[in-house]
T-cell receptor
Framework: GENVEQHPSTLSVQEGDSAVIKCTYS??????FPWYKQELGKRPQLIID?????GEKKDQRIAVTLNKTAKHFSLHITETQPEDSAVYFC??????????FGQGTTLQVKP | SAVISQKPSRDICQRGTSLTIQCQVD?????MFWYRQQPGQSLTLIAT?????????ESGFVIDKFPISRPNLTFSTLTVSNMSPEDSSIYLC??????????FGPGTRLTVL
């Protein structure tokens, strides 16, 4: 069935370092891949997304890459700051129109 | 993005009772969804709320337990029926806007005693 695997489940980095979170999806028909950031007690917030006709997208310190052949996509955060600490979820839109979410990555940025 | 509100923001309920959660959007949207997020877990889709027709439920979720209404393009309700402690969770509505992008409501934190 439709599935999205996300790694790592937890990630701890020093402030200023980069963080990378990776996801793999199973549905080859998926064509839309959003990333959400969820701070404690808050709603998931869309931070960046990518479509299957694009290999990379960047927004300031955040970038997402997509490898359709390998069915991998990744979130890259550069120059991390303590306010980047949160749970990050990747998702893939299936051919049935629903979002399939990964298991989440808890990112801790140490000052 | 759309402004999405949910009521109540939290509630504590007794087992065997039911709770209805409301989701209101400030603009008309075609697609509305209901998710459950158990503590420390990812988001699980309960159902797609269809305007003017019955909701489409995901595997493991049934209409008798989670009846959904969608009377118009800006409003939906989710009822959690005959609650048990296992239903304690955060329930979130989301809407799809401008080609694929989904935005979430603030969530309803439910505790069942």
């Amino acid at each position: 069935g439709e599935n999205v695997e996300q790694h790592p489940s937890t990630l701890s980095v020093q402030e200023g370092d980069s963080a990378v979170i990776k996801c793999t999806y199973s549905d080859s028909a998926s064509n839309y891949f959003p990333w959400y950031k969820q701070e404690l007690g808050k709603r998931p917030q869309l931070i960046i997304d990518i479509r299957s006709n694009v290999g990379e997208k960047k927004d300031q310190r955040i970038a997402v890459t997509l490898n359709k052949t390998a069915k991998h996509f990744s979130l890259h955060i550069t120059e991390t700051q303590p306010e980047d600490s949160a749970v990050y979820f990747c998702a893939a839109k299936s051919n049935t129109g629903k979002l399939i979410f990964g298991q989440g990555t808890t990112l801790q940025v140490k000052p | 993005s759309a402004v999405i509100s949910q009521k109540p923001s939290r509630d504590i309920c007794q087992r065997g009772t039911s709770l209805t959660i409301q989701c209101q959007v400030d603009s008309q949207v075609t697609m509305m969804f209901w998710y459950r997020q158990q503590p420390g877990q990812s988001l699980t889709l309960i159902a797609t709320a269809n305007q003017g027709s019955e909701a489409t439920y995901e595997s493991g979720f049934v209409i008798d337990k989670f009846p959904i209404s969608r009377p118009n393009l800006t409003f939906s309700t989710l009822t959690v029926s005959n609650m048990s402690p296992e239903d304690s969770s955060i329930y979130l509505c989301s809407v799809e806007q401008s080609r694929d992008t989904q935005y979430f409501g603030p969530g309803t934190r439910l505790t069942v005693l």
